[in-house]
């Protein structure tokens, strides 16, 4: 299974914007569902975004619909993170993960991912 690779985390002011990546190293095909979940000190991960392999259905936790959105370029086995108007709320470890057989109703939940990155911080912050 490809390793997952994060990047693009960072200290920003609120209001301000981040552009995360997750990147699939390894030769397999790109048809996998990428989620990405946060997570902070003594609480559960939870779920933020995930979008399908082909990149035509896309789900958001209520937290972040309207101001994350999430992609990915399947040439270039990538996935995107966009977040707009970040808030301290947001300040959070961000992971992807990524599965090839996890059905639509279990996307949002972390167990249904074998495959996960080790994790980048976003901290909001004035």
């Known amino acids: 299974q490809e390793q997952l690779v994060e990047s693009g985390g960072g200290l920003v002011q609120p209001g301000e914007s981040l552009t995360l990546s997750c990147a699939a190293d390894g030769s397999g095909s790109s048809r996998y569902v990428v989620g990405w979940f946060r997570q902070t000190p003594g609480k559960e991960r939870e779920f933020v975004a995930a979008i399908k392999y082909n990149g035509q259905y896309t789900f958001y936790a209520d937290s972040v619909k309207g101001r994350f959105t999430v992609s990915r370029d399947s040439a270039k086995k990538t996935s995107y993170l966009q977040m707009n108007n970040l808030t301290p709320g947001d300040t959070a470890v961000y992971y992807c993960?990524?599965?090839?057989?996890?059905?639509?109703?279990?996307?949002?939940?972390?167990?249904?991912?074998?495959?996960w990155g080790q994790g980048t911080q976003v901290t909001v912050s004035s």
């Open positions: 993960a990524a599965s090839r057989t996890i059905i639509q109703s279990n996307i949002r939940n972390e167990r249904g991912y074998g495959n």
